[in-house]
Structure formats: structure tokens, C-alpha cells
């Protein structure tokens, strides 16, 4: 593993550990989250998009999370350059607003037809909001980043021309720990 991948797993694992049992590994979705907050460090937003120093950064959940998956209190007290962040929970597509990181949960992608996928691609797509999903062809439909797994660890694929499009600079260090998409 690359010293860089390393650092993000380690990071991200003892920012979110504090308060389990020594003994029991994280769940996927608590890597998951981890995996968010630290996508967020390497990504720029334009300044329009957060415009003032303390405003807050707004991770939006769409769909269904499994039990135990608690993104509330994961994200709570935490801020990406000085911006909190607060976690929103949307039930509807159209229901999204006013987000800046968008989780799309596999429940709800898996559940809609492929032209759904990318109507909602399309329209998310033009405003500033980082996408993330978790089901094959998510990057390919225009999501932006798409958690996979491999070899039973999770991995994640990046779509920079949808990144670039939303307006959204993704570092170079990210863009190097990324698998390929399968396009």
C-alpha cells in the first residue's frame, strides 16, 4: 500500500474509532464515512459555493443507510477548513438541496432503472455538490466518486470530468489512490 493510502486509512480510522470496543473492527459504512470526511480534505470547492469562513459544509445522505451506521453522530464536532460539518438526510432526489457532498446510498440506486441514474447525475451535476455512490456504474452515469470493493477491502473510483464539470478541483493525491472504473 502507498504511504499516502496508508496515511488516509490510518487517519480515518482513529478519527472515527474513539468510543468502540477495541476488539470489534470497524462496519463498512463507519469506513465509509471516513472515507467522506477525508475525500472532503482533498477536494476545492469554488468560493461561491462556501462563501463565508465558518459557514457550514453540508454532507447529504440520500436513500437508506443500514442500523448502526449513524452519519450524525460520526460527522459531529468534525469541520473540514473550518467549516462544520452538518449531515442532512433527503428521502427524495428532489428533495436535495442546499448540499455540498452528496451520499447516495446503494438502497435507492439500486432500486432505480439507469436513465433515473442519470437524470439525477444531470441535474445534481450542474450545481457544486461532490456525488458519492456505492453500486457498479455509478461513476460511468455520472457520479463522481464510486466506493467498490476489492479483495474484501473497500476502494473507490474517481470521475474527474464530473468533478471538473460540477466545478470541483480533486487533488492529485486523491486522484493517485483511485482504481480504475470498469468503462
Not at 174 to 179: N, P, Q, R, T, Y
Amino acid at each position: 500500500m502507498r504511504p499516502f493510502a496508508k496515511l488516509l486509512c490510518v487517519l480515518g480510522l482513529l478519527l472515527f474509532s474513539s468510543g468502540r470496543a477495541q476488539d470489534s473492527p470497524p462496519s463498512e459504512y463507519q469506513i465509509k464515512a471516513a472515507f467522506i470526511f477525508q475525500f472532503a480534505k482533498f477536494i476545492e470547492w469554488p468560493r461561491e459555493a462556501l462563501p463565508g469562513p465558518s459557514l457550514p459544509m453540508v454532507l447529504g445522505i440520500l436513500g437508506d443507510i443500514p442500523p448502526g451506521a449513524n452519519f450524525q453522530q460520526t460527522f459531529a464536532n468534525k469541520s473540514i477548513n473550518d467549516h462544520p460539518l452538518l449531515v442532512k438526510e433527503f428521502r427524495q432526489a428532489a428533495d436535495v438541496t442546499n448540499c455540498h457532498i452528496l451520499f447516495i446510498s446503494s438502497s435507492l440506486l439500486n432500486a432505480m432503472q439507469e436513465n433515473e441514474r442519470r437524470e439525477i447525475m444531470e441535474n445534481l451535476g450542474r450545481s457544486n455538490v461532490l456525488i458519492i455512490g456505492e453500486a457498479p456504474g455509478f461513476t460511468e452515469a455520472g457520479g463522481m466518486i464510486n466506493f467498490v470493493k476489492e479483495n474484501n477491502k473497500i476502494r473507490f473510483q474517481i470521475n474527474e470530468p464530473a468533478a471538473k464539470k460540477a466545478k470541483l478541483k480533486v487533488s492529485s493525491k486523491l486522484l493517485s489512490l483511485a482504481v480504475p472504473s470498469s468503462r
